[in-house]
């Protein structure tokens, strides 16, 4: 069983949510991809900035959805 990272940047404010983004990398775990997930979120704040994450109150969520690799 591998894992597949799925991603989606919300704002607070306005209610909205960006469409969902899977990553194109499969983990060997549960584990491993809830770490990446903690990772990824991080970068992508650091990313959006202060100003922006303050103004809309971004949020990043993410999961990790079971996938049967071929």
């Not at 306005?14 to 990398?25: I, L, N, R, V």
């Not at 970068?43 to 109150?57: A, D, F, P, R």
């Amino acid at each position: 069983m591998k894992f597949i990272l799925v991603m989606q940047i919300c704002s607070l404010i306005s209610g909205h949510c960006d469409q969902a983004m899977a990553k194109h990398m499969l983990y060997n775990s549960f584990h491993e991809c809830s770490i990446a997930g903690h990772l990824n979120s991080l970068k992508v704040l650091q990313n959006l900035g202060t100003e922006i994450t303050n103004v809309e109150q971004t949020v990043v969520m993410f999961w990790c959805k079971k996938t049967n690799p071929i």
